[in-house]
């Protein structure tokens, strides 16, 4: 767009395309500070004001996206690279969910109301603070009385739609084997009512370290923390109704979040994700019982973490057969149809048809 990629010229449009500053409006700022940038050259101020000047460029650049993930991202977008792909390199709002074991959304809207928190459009127990314009930061919610007294978490809103869609039920034994520091472990556990057992469990001590005093300020009782011991999980194999992998992935689908990672990330990455994203899901297939569900989920967007996933494990299992995703939609949360993509097997979360963070999600059950 401006014919270089130097610092000044990157800024220059980033404030007129973005900050919606005229470059008239630059050029004023600048002859009143002699610390400023010289006033925008010919150039300049025909680069800055050009309608769509990239409209013509590749297909990678329009969409902002490093040029060899294109082929698995127009799978996972249905072709409509572009788009989706501007989309992702939006600015994302925050989004909050409602610990209805603590409150209910309507006090956490009253707590919230001068940050302009409003309700999801989909998950039924979330908020959102829209992104601000410029350079203005979200609030810090996490220091107001209401989140300390766990009235809500921090949670992305496509995050609280796959916790839904993995259908965990009253009184049933659940296994979250990725748990980490415990996001959708707490949305189930409250979905669960505080009744039956989680089971949250993660080989990483690390990752695992912070669910403690999530679950105390959120007054859940009905998860059981398993630590990363050899047998820890021994006495629950082919005993789940539920076994949920929340799978370590490139986090693709978060870019909106860390636009550095989409140019960091290569094909040696996506590589080592997916044997580790195979390992786990033969793992996790051991503790579901005849009858049980198995879930995965990515918080990516590229089809080799995803669709391929599934369909290479639901082949070599002849004992899973796929939940249909319109039939869990249905069954968990009617008004997430149609903000869904459908792919073979499962279905993808995006910024521009969920407004959400990228997710993917896929059930099985075990005969």
């Known amino acids: 767009v401006m014919g270089n990629d130097t610092p000044g010229a990157l800024v220059l449009s980033v404030a007129v395309r973005e900050w919606e500053v005229t470059p008239e409006e630059l050029n004023d700022l600048f002859a009143q500070d002699s610390h400023a940038p010289s006033i925008l050259s010919a150039d300049e101020a025909y680069r800055l004001g050009a309608a769509q000047p990239w409209r013509d460029a590749p297909e990678h650049v329009q969409a902002d996206l490093p040029e060899w993930t294109l082929p698995s991202l127009a799978a996972s977008f249905h072709g409509n690279v572009v788009q989706e792909g501007q989309a992702l390199a939006s600015r994302p709002p925050l989004d909050l969910r409602v610990n209805t074991i603590r409150g209910d959304r309507d006090r956490v809207l009253k707590a919230l109301g001068r940050f302009g928190a409003v309700p999801t459009a989909i998950a039924p127990h979330g908020l959102r603070i829209a992104a601000g314009a410029r350079d203005s930061r979200t609030p810090n919610v996490q220091v107001e009385e209401s989140y300390l007294k766990g009235w809500f978490e921090v949670q992305d809103q496509g995050s609280q739609i796959v916790a839904a869609l993995a259908g965990a039920t009253a009184h049933e034994q659940v296994l979250d084997l990725c748990a980490g520091a415990g996001g959708k472990t707490l949305a189930m556990a409250a979905a669960m009512g505080n009744t039956g057992q989680v089971f949250a469990y993660d080989s990483d001590r690390h990752r695992l370290a912070p669910i403690y005093d999530r679950l105390k300020r959120n007054g ?30 490139t986090g693709s689908g978060t870019w909106r979040r860390r636009p550095d990672a989409k140019w960091k990330l290569t094909p040696e990455q ?4 997916v044997a580790e994203q195979q390992a786990i899901l033969e793992e996790g297939a051991r503790y579901v019982a005849p009858g049980g569900t198995l879930v995965y989920i ?70």
């Open 270 to 273: 996506v590589a080592a994700r």
């Open 298 to 367: 990515t918080c990516s967007l590229l089809d080799e973490e995803n669709g391929a996933q599934a369909v290479r494990f639901l082949s070599l299992h002849a004992d899973f057969e796929a939940v249909p995703l319109d039939a869990a939609i249905a069954a968990h949360l009617p008004q997430a149809a149609g903000h869904i993509h459908h792919q073979v097997q499962g279905g993808l979360l995006t910024p521009l048809l969920t407004q959400t963070d990228g997710f993917y999600i896929v059930i099985a059950r075990r005969h």
């Open 220 to 249: 859940v009782r009905n998860v059981q923390v398993r630590a990363p011991n050899d047998g820890a999980l021994a006495d629950l194999v082919g005993k789940m109704d539920r076994v949920v992998i929340d799978a370590p992935c």
